[in-house]
């Protein structure tokens, strides 16, 4: 009964939350042209930061249409009323974000095509699919409408031209009303960007402009950390976000008017924590949701970087830290849950790290695929996925359950909530302390973690401690602990014959050494799921024991001297998508 008035009380809190933000969003929502002509013309198209490929217009052309990793061949019918194979797909469908590789093809048949099937949606008003009209699907057609404008209007007819910028206007009154209705986070901020471009756009709005502008800054200041990161924990919202505040920042210059000052300070901090986030292979860590990032994607934020600054060491607003020595970052989760609003789809991975040296990922979280997440969503976001220590296989956050998951989704509702950190730096490198309380009212024991990385970045100790709340010894029984250690799919592994350690093969031929002192190591199967191309099969380095035997883990990763190191190139098995 405890726990399920617990649940209660936590989607009463979702629900009152929106209630306090619907606010801002009616604020622009009163600014919209009321219904009747449309906008007399669009006064700029925004810039589309996303990557382009003008093969795919082909594709389009013949009625192939390849979104989130599935393909749906029309033969000449309507995409819109097709069956959808997922709502990845359906979201991809309807929010006009391909509509940029018809652009890059350049043709008279892409603009041609474009336009067709703009105006094939708008006639079937979306269709039957509900994924159309979700707010976050609804933001981003209308981003993507308004910057590919050009390409929709290139030889269009007068008729065809008002009926486009009147069904502009449609949608704009439309996500206004909507926009207090998205999940909140990155889906609630990109409606309210949507919304900031459609008042910069549209002729004759200078209402919605300022009204816009307004809750965008607010909702900027409600979601942005002062050290960049985003309230959701999840270092892929920074690319998803920035990729649209940095052309809305461009689109306030061209109209030759001030930019809300949170836009333009938010832009210069979350930019370096793209940088705390990357690794040597330039990929993003895989915490609290974030899966694959594309590299293309990245370099394109990265070039409008105007600030150039260099990323912290502690980023104690968002919880992380970073260990840089040599060629290698350490990239540690320090922090608790985000707040319960913000957790759909946040991970139980505190005190969990991923390891690089240069261009060699060597251990890292399974992360999250990029499509088709309910699938995996139990068991990626559970801690065992999660290069850090479980407790009897337990999670150290908890999640909703039953009718209250089914009515506001796996959120957190309970957690660490107390994560200190200390960091010293001293000759034989940088040491980070910290510890959680995930587990303290479960087990009555506090899991205390302590790395240091070597000056030359080739050294890699930690000690796992757990002790009682208070810092004494905990209950000792025989609650089982695993200290896991997910390893990259491109590494190959293997136990040493006393069974106390692990030699590692690198995809260069490096080799490294893993050593624990204190109990038996074991390599068992794991999965890394943020593959660029689908999960992926890899392996992971596991130290089991009870806390009656040992209530302290020590272990290290350490380079092996290059005349030491074989070259052994891995297999193409480890490198084949793992069947679904």
Not at 473 to 490: D, K, S, T
Request: net charge positive; with cysteine; glycine share 10%.
């Amino acid at each position: 009964m405890g726990a399920f008035g617990e649940n209660l009380r936590l989607a009463a809190r979702v629900v009152a939350h929106g209630a306090r933000t619907s606010g801002r969003r009616l604020l622009a929502s009163a600014a919209v042209r009321p219904p009747g002509r449309g906008p007399e013309k669009l006064l700029i198209a925004p810039q589309d930061l996303r990557t382009s490929d003008p093969t795919i217009a082909a594709d389009i052309y013949a009625g192939r249409y390849a979104f989130a990793g599935r393909t749906v061949s029309t033969g000449g019918a309507s995409p819109f009323l097709a069956a959808a194979p997922s709502q990845d797909w359906a979201a991809e469908l309807h929010g006009f974000g391909w509509l940029r590789h018809l652009e890059a093809a350049g043709t008279t048949l892409a603009q041609a095509n474009a336009r067709a099937l703009v105006e094939e949606w708008i006639s079937l008003r979306g269709g039957p699919d509900p994924v159309a009209r979700q707010p976050e699907v609804a933001a981003r057609r209308l981003m993507s409408w308004l910057s590919h404008s050009p390409l929709v209007l290139t030889a269009a007819d007068r008729q065809f031209h008002r009926r486009f910028l009147k069904t502009i206007a449609r949608e704009t009154r439309l996500l206004a009303r909507a926009a207090n209705t998205a999940p909140d986070g990155a889906p609630k901020l990109t409606a309210a960007a949507a919304l900031a471009f459609a008042g910069l756009t549209l002729a004759g709005e200078a209402r919605l402009q300022r009204a816009s502008s307004k809750a965008l800054a607010e909702e900027i200041d409600r979601q942005i950390l002062p050290d960049g990161g985003h309230a959701s924990r999840n270092p892929g919202d920074l690319v998803e976000l920035l990729v649209d505040l940095i052309p809305l920042r461009l689109a306030y210059a061209a109209r030759n008017l001030p930019p809300p000052q949170p836009l333009i300070t938010a832009i210069d901090r979350m930019t370096p924590m793209l940088r705390f986030f990357r690794h040597g292979d330039g990929d993003f860590a895989h915490f609290n949701g974030a899966g694959a990032t594309s590299a293309d994607l990245l370099a394109a934020v990265l070039a409008h970087d105007d600030a150039r600054g260099l990323p912290l060491d502690d980023a104690a607003h968002s919880g992380y830290q970073r260990i840089a020595a040599g060629d290698a970052v350490v990239l540690v989760d320090a922090g608790p849950p985000p707040p319960f609003p913000l957790s759909a789809n946040a991970h139980a991975g505190c005190l969990s790290f991923e390891y690089s040296s240069g261009p060699d990922r060597i251990v890292v979280n399974c992360g999250a695929p990029r499509f088709g997440r309910e699938d995996w969503e139990r068991a990626a976001r559970a801690t065992a996925a999660h290069s850090t220590a479980t407790i009897n296989d337990e999670s150290s956050c908890r999640f909703t359950s039953g009718g209250v998951r089914r009515l506001v989704g796996a959120r957190i509702m309970a957690g660490p909530t107390d994560v200190p950190v200390a960091r010293k730096r001293e000759a034989r490198g940088v040491t980070l302390t910290a510890s959680h309380d995930g587990y303290a009212a479960r087990f009555g024991v506090v899991h205390e973690r302590m790395l240091t990385l070597a000056p030359n970045g080739e050294t890699l100790s930690g000690e796992d401690l757990f002790r009682g709340p208070e810092g004494g010894a905990p209950h000792v029984g025989e609650q089982q602990i695993a200290v896991r250690f997910h390893l990259h799919p491109a590494i190959k592994a293997s136990v040493t014959q006393d069974g106390r350690g692990a030699v590692l093969a690198l995809a260069d031929g490096t080799g490294w050494t893993f050593g624990s002192a204190d109990a038996a190591v074991t390599l068992e199967e794991s999965v890394f799921l943020s593959g660029a191309l689908g999960p992926r099969r890899s392996e992971q380095i596991v130290i089991r024991a009870t806390l009656r035997a040992a209530l302290r883990l020590a272990w290290s990763f350490e380079r092996m001297p290059a005349d030491a190191s074989r070259r052994r190139t891995p297999s193409v098995a480890q490198f084949a998508p793992l069947p679904l």
